[in-house]
Each structure stands twice: as structure tokens, then as C-alpha cells.
């Protein structure tokens, strides 16, 4: 059910509407400059950017560091990028961890001292934004395990350009454990690989995973013969780029691969973690390593710590899964082989904090978002004033009329119908705001062939539910044959909706929701 919504009323300024909200992301590069007359604002995003185009019309040049159609979460910005934030004059994040951390670096690193740097997601709170804690699914047949830090390394006076690095230094067991990510373009990407050793000499460097203050990200896991495996994790905190890292302590980790868990050598009776969601974490204020675990599903409220010494991680037997084909995975085996895995249950470098990020799929969010980009640009340009304020006011008429035309649109589904599966955990905000309930993820690894359980299981939930449809952000559609195939074989529709980029199609904030309303509307409606 959708949350209350009292209104937020607007005045529509007239004369505006001509030259605000209309104007699309800019098809040719941005170039800043040391002399240039107008108001120069970097943002991450181009839904960001096209907000601030929306507030600040001729007065500002707006470039946005990840360009449309490409991932925020794995963006690496350009030397392009580096040249015009140097020459920004104001700055705009998200934040909350949506962003990759390389973005967020390279933007704290290279602004000029006093330049405004405002994490949007986080300061809108303070215009009645809402936000939404992450809660994730624990339906998998395996354990979800990913890599955690906890805490905001205060008292080393960390920052979130800081780096946290979680090193393998040691492995024992009957076979090799490789712990891997998922590109969003399915590129495997290892961080762990027990294969090759371990190598004090350079830093252990081709086995550390680099995590910012309080985040966590999801890998794959893989074991490649039956038996007790333990991993030695090793954590460090990197300040800043030029500063050598600090020691914050080392725990090894216990896995139970296609053996009994209870009977692992060294611990008397084990707890044992086989489902839900759990991490390899470190507490940056605490400096110790521990597994932080929600086994049960819930989030963050059911999550509680387990200590190593007497925690067993069970990788069960029927997490013996075929090596997928393709020339990337070759590092597993030659494909068709059977190899232990744990899915990495989330497609891409994923890494992300407690509260989803993805506030603009609430239209009423972005409001808050508008009011904080205005008072931004007055006070780094006051003689701008009564422009921002125009334009301003302008557009948040016109987000005002888009909430309502959502809110509509959505409504006129028919409560039976109104179901969103979906690969992309960017729905939440969507969900909430206009009770369109969010029923489940295709696979938990799409850059992979799901197993026959993600099969029965999406076809089941498509059955059970009567759902008229599926929806795929574009860029993923290539990657979902089996989703293609699933929903052709149950007469289900595969439509597009839009989560965190544009593209050629959709190119605004205002085209972006339409399109999704009416995609729901037009695909969900039997």
C-alpha cells in the first residue's frame, strides 16, 4: 500500500515553463574552463545533472561524471572528468553509497578548497526527503556472503574517501577458494584466489578487496572440492591516498563445503550460517573481524554479530553448480565443470551502505533534492537569486504534477495486477510511494545461467501471482535470456523501466518517470 501523501504544493510561476524542465542532457561533451561567466556544477549522475540544468537554466554549465547509459556503481572516471572537477565551482553527489568509490574520490580529491560538495541523498533529509533502510532477501537456497565495515573510523579522522582493505593471507583446504564479483556487464571480477599463493612481497595486493568507511558489497564464492576450508582475513585502514596504512586486526573464517557443518574439526557445537545474508566484517572502531549475520532475513535490525572461533559457514551440496560457459569464467574451470558456489545474489560491483540510495524513484523525494541543489546555487552565486528561485519553483510545479500523474497512473492498475519483478534492486522508493509491491528478482546472479531452482522459483512466482509482466532496465535486457525465455513460455510480457541512467529514449528526470508509469500501467493491465 502506498504511504499517505499530503500534498506539497508548488506555485506554477508563469513565463518559466518555456525554458525549465524541458531542457534534455547535453549530447556533446562539457568542457569547465578558469574564466568561463557562468556557474560551473560537476554532479555523479546525469539525473542529477539534468536537476541542477532544471534549477539553474543559462546561469550554470552543468557536467555530469557518469555519462548516461553507463553504471555508477563501477563508473572510473576519465581524465576529462578529473579536468573539470578541478574547474567546478559546485559540487553534487547522491551518496549513500550509490556512487562507485572511485567516483567519489576522485571528486573529493580534486575540488578546490571551499568549493560546496553536497551529497544530495543525505542533505535532502533535512527538506523532508525520506529514506529507506536496505532490506534483503534471504530466499536463496545457499547463504549470500559478502564484505562489511562497519563504523566511520572517526577517531582516525577517516572520511568517505577513506579505504578499507580486506586482505586474504591464507588458505587451507582439500581445493582452491576464489572469491569473485560480477561486473555489471557480467565480467567477473577476483579479489581472492588461493591458486596462485599469497604474496607478502607486494602487499598481498592481487588478494585485497578496498571497501569504503561503513559499506558492504556482495561476491561470489567458490570452492572447488568438498571438505573444511578456512580463510585468513587481514584489515587496514587507509586514511588518504598518501597515507600508509593502519593495522586494525586479523581473523580466520571457517567454511563447511559439501560436508556436515557440525562435525568440522575444532569446534565442539558450531553455529552455523547456511541461509540469509551474511559478511566478513570489520569494525573500523573497534578493529575487530568477525561474521555479521542475518540469517533469518529482515535487514539490519535482525543482523547480530557470530564469532569466528565457534562460527561454521555452511556451503551445502547442492550449491554444486556447473561452471557457466564463457571465456571469463575459465579462471573456475573448463566449463560444465561442478564447482561449490555461493552467488554473489546481486549483479555487479554492488557495494552500498544501510539506506537504499535510490531516493528519486520517489517523485516527492526529488522535491527535496530540487529545494537543496537552489539554496546551493544561491550561495555560491547570490546575484543569481531570483533566477533559482524562478526556475525553482518552476519545476517543482511541474515534479508536483509528474507525482500525481505517477500516483495515477499506478493506481488504475488493478490492485491483483500490481506486481513488480524486476532484476535491479532500485525499486524500493518506487514501491513505497505509489503501493506498487515489489515481488521478487529473477536470479541471484543474472550474469550467470540460473539454476533450475531460479527457474521453478521465477516461473512459480509468475504463475502464483498472475503477473502480466516482467521489467528490465535496457542495458539488461541483452543479458536476461532466461527471464526472455521464462516469460514467453508463460505468455508474460518483458517490458523496459528505467532505474539510475538514461539513455537516447529517456533523457530527462520527467521523461524518465512517465515512461515507467506508463510502462507499468501499459504491461500490468490485463
Known amino acids: 500500500m502506498a504511504r499517505p501523501r499530503p500534498p506539497r504544493r508548488y506555485a506554477f510561476v508563469a513565463g518559466v515553463a518555456a525554458t525549465v524542465g524541458l531542457l534534455p542532457a547535453c549530447a556533446a561533451p562539457v568542457t569547465f574552463t578558469g574564466s568561463g561567466d557562468r556557474l560551473q556544477v560537476v554532479t555523479t549522475t546525469g539525473i542529477l545533472a539534468d536537476l541542477v540544468r532544471n534549477v539553474g537554466g543559462d546561469r550554470v554549465l552543468v557536467d555530469s561524471v557518469v555519462p548516461d547509459n553507463a553504471d555508477s556503481h563501477g563508473y572510473e572516471p576519465t581524465l576529462r572528468d578529473v579536468r ?8 553534487f553527489s547522491n551518496y549513500l553509497l550509490l556512487e562507485a568509490q572511485s567516483v567519489i574520490r576522485t571528486l573529493d580529491a580534486n575540488l578546490r578548497e571551499g568549493t560546496p ?3 544530495l541523498a543525505e542533505g535532502a533529509t533535512k527538506y523532508a526527503a525520506e529514506v529507506i533502510p536496505m532490506v534483503e532477501d534471504a530466499s536463496l537456497d545457499t547463504i549470500w556472503l559478502g564484505l562489511r565495515v562497519r563504523g566511520t573510523g572517526q577517531r582516525f579522522q577517516a572520511t568517505r574517501s577513506s579505504d578499507v582493505l580486506l586482505t586474504a593471507t591464507e588458505v587451507t583446504g582439500p581445493g582452491r577458494l576464489v572469491g569473485y564479483l560480477t561486473e555489471s556487464f557480467g ?6 584466489d588461493s591458486a596462485d599463493g599469497f604474496d607478502p612481497a607486494n602487499g598481498y595486493r592481487d588478494d585485497t578487496a578496498t571497501l569504503p568507511p561503513d559499506a558492504h558489497t556482495h561476491m561470489s564464492w567458490a570452492f572447488t572440492e568438498p571438505g573444511v576450508y578456512r580463510l585468513t582475513v587481514r584489515a ?10 593502519i593495522p586494525l586486526g586479523q581473523q580466520r573464517f571457517t567454511f563447511a563445503v559439501g560436508v556436515d557443518p557440525h562435525t568440522v574439526p575444532g569446534f565442539a557445537d558450531p553455529a552455523v550460517l547456511g541461509r540469509g545474508h551474511a559478511d566478513i566484517t570489520v569494525d573500523v572502531d573497534s578493529g575487530r573481524l568477525y561474521l555479521y549475520a542475518d540469517p533469518h532475513g529482515g535487514g539490519e535490525a535482525s543482523q547480530r554479530v557470530y564469532d569466528p572461533a565457534s562460527t561454521v559457514v555452511e556451503v551445502p551440496n547442492k550449491a554444486l553448480l556447473e561452471v557457466p560457459a564463457g571465456r571469463g569464467f575459465r579462471f573456475l574451470g573448463r566449463a560444465g565443470a561442478r564447482v561449490f558456489q555461493l552467488p554473489q545474489a546481486v549483479l555487479g560491483r554492488h557495494v552500498h551502505g544501510e539506506i537504499d540510495p535510490h531516493l528519486w524513484q520517489d517523485v516527492r523525494n526529488v522535491q527535496s533534492y530540487v529545494e537543496l541543489i537552489r539554496d546551493t546555487l544561491i550561495g555560491a552565486d547570490p546575484p543569481g537569486a531570483v533566477t533559482y528561485r524562478r526556475n525553482a519553483d518552476a519545476y517543482l510545479a511541474r515534479l508536483s504534477d509528474l507525482d500525481a500523474y505517477v500516483a495515477a497512473t499506478i493506481a488504475a492498475i488493478p490492485p491483483a495486477e500490481r506486481y513488480l519483478v524486476t532484476t535491479h534492486d532500485a525499486f524500493a522508493y518506487l514501491s513505497r510511494a505509489y503501493g506498487i509491491p515489489v515481488a521478487g528478482f529473477v536470479t541471484p546472479n543474472p550474469a550467470t545461467e540460473p539454476s533450475l531452482a531460479d527457474r521453478v522459483r521465477l516461473t512459480g512466482t509468475i504463475r502464483n501471482l498472475r503477473v502480466g509482466a516482467v521489467f528490465l532496465e535496457p542495458n539488461l535486457r541483452a543479458r536476461s535470456a532466461t527471464l526472455v525465455e521464462v516469460a514467453r513460455e508463460q505468455g508474460v ?3 523496459p ?8 529514449t529517456v533523457d530527462t528526470y520527467l521523461k524518465m518517470m512517465r515512461f515507467n508509469a506508463d510502462s507499468l500501467a ?5
Request: net charge neutral; glycine share 2%.
Open 497 to 504: 523501466i528505467y532505474g539510475d541512467a538514461f539513455d537516447a
Open 493 to 495: 510480457q518483458v517490458c
Open 236 to 245: 587496514e585502514l587507509r586514511v588518504s591516498q598518501r597515507s600508509a596504512p
Open 187 to 192: 565480467t567477473p571480477d577476483v579479489t581472492f
Open 117 to 119: 560538495n553536497i551529497s
Open 84 to 91: 573539470n572537477i578541478v574547474y567546478a565551482d559546485v559540487a
Open 522 to 526: 501499459r504491461c500490468l493491465r490485463r
